[in-house]
């Protein structure tokens, strides 16, 4: 079992930036690949980004494209989500995933095994 825990959300204002962390335990973080998603009120949980087993493949949503960035430390099994340019619509709680599967990385949240308990991003205008 993989336990991810986030860190890093908080309130900004519109065209800030904030940096999302999710450490991981209790297995081989290099064999996963990660993902984030968010999930605002009322709304289904989308995908943001992701970011293969050995970091050297990422894909973004198009909403995040060109503002984020996802990136992961192996050896202090970590992933990271620097989120610049910041808008009101990123407002949401922010969900880390690890998934054993498909190491390439995936944007549908199904194939991920094991998810984070979230942390809460809210942008003013």
């Known amino acids: 079992q993989v336990q991810l825990v986030e860190s890093g959300g908080g309130l900004v204002q519109a065209g800030g930036s904030l940096r999302l962390s999710c450490a991981a335990s209790g297995g081989t973080f290099s064999n996963y690949a990660m993902g984030w998603f968010r999930q605002a009120p009322g709304k289904e949980r989308e995908f943001v980004a992701t970011?293969?087993?050995?970091?050297?493949?990422?894909f973004y949503a198009v909403s995040v494209k060109g503002r984020f960035t996802i990136s992961r430390d192996n050896a202090k099994n970590t992933v990271y989500l620097q989120m610049d340019s910041l808008k009101p619509e990123d407002t949401a709680v922010y969900y880390c995933?690890?998934?054993?599967?498909?190491?390439?990385?995936?944007?549908?949240?199904?194939?991920?095994?094991?998810w984070g308990q979230g942390t809460q991003v809210t942008v003013s205008s």
């Open positions: 995933a690890a998934d054993a599967v498909i190491k390439s990385g995936s944007n549908v949240a199904t194939t991920y095994d094991f």
């Open positions: 970011i293969s087993w050995s970091g050297l493949r990422t």
